[in-house]
């Protein structure tokens, strides 16, 4: 069973560039969730996507947008990029279902912004 | 509105130490619990979930976790640290009524095992 995979690992970009980070889900999971992970801080909810569509959104703005492919691969898209922007991107993969469905984490995008 | 709390960014054990690492919630209602761990440079890990039923939860790696209502907590345990313990470790929660596992996580306890 192949586990969640991203991609790049690390990358750096200029402020006011753009990025697309890649995610593949776990074999059977049709649910991905990308987070936002800051330099000593928790992950926070960017979105998440249910079978091709967005099923929720956390609190940032709209430059961060997303994409789900039918084989439930995911990019995360970031716009006009800002210094803030700098953190670990996470994806998560899980089978659909409750709110305490287990979500299955890939090791991340390290994304610098300079 | 949901929000975790960890008290303390970092903690010190020595090896062979009981490990104690603090969750409190804010939600209206109970919510689903969860303790994940994360290494350097990797991504998280589960150590255990509380959904519905035994307060008491045992997850991997000889941690467990008690929900506490009374005192909206959750506090993640463990008896005897070992050195591979040294990780950050963080403490989520998710609504009952929230479509999907969409997770708001605590701000992290970093665990340092001295030999």
């Known amino acids: 069973e192949t586990g969640v995979t991203q991609s790049p690992t690390h990358l750096i970009k200029t402020r006011g560039q753009q990025v697309t980070l890649r995610c593949s889900s776990q074999?059977?999971?049709?649910?991905v969730s990308w987070y936002q992970q800051a330099l000593g801080q928790g992950p926070q909810f960017i979105f998440q996507y249910y079978r091709e569509e967005e099923n929720g959104r956390g609190n940032f703005p709209p430059r961060f947008s997303g994409l789900q492919f039918p084989n439930y691969s995911s990019e995360l898209n970031v716009n006009a990029l800002e210094l803030d922007d700098s953190a670990l991107y996470l994806c998560?993969?899980?089978?659909?279902?409750?709110?305490?469905?287990?979500?299955?984490f890939g090791q991340g995008t390290r994304l610098t912004v300079v | 509105a949901q929000s975790v709390t960890q008290l303390g960014s970092h903690v010190s054990v020595s090896e062979g130490a009981l490990v104690l690492l603090r969750c409190n919630y804010s939600s209206s209602v109970p919510p689903y619990l969860f303790w994940y761990v994360q290494y350097p440079n990797q991504g998280l890990q589960l150590l255990l979930k509380?959904?519905?039923?035994?307060?008491l939860v045992k997850g991997i790696n000889g941690f467990e976790a008690e929900f506490k209502k009374s005192e909206t907590s959750f506090h993640l345990t463990k008896p005897s640290a070992h050195m591979s313990d040294a990780a950050e470790y963080f403490c989520a929660v998710t609504g009952l009524k929230a479509a999907g596992n969409k997770l708001t996580f605590g701000g992290g306890t970093r665990v340092l095992v001295k030999p």
């Open positions: 509380y959904t519905t039923g035994a307060t």
């Open positions: 998560a993969s899980s089978e659909p279902g409750q709110a305490n469905t287990e979500a299955f």
């Open positions: 074999s059977g999971h049709n649910t």
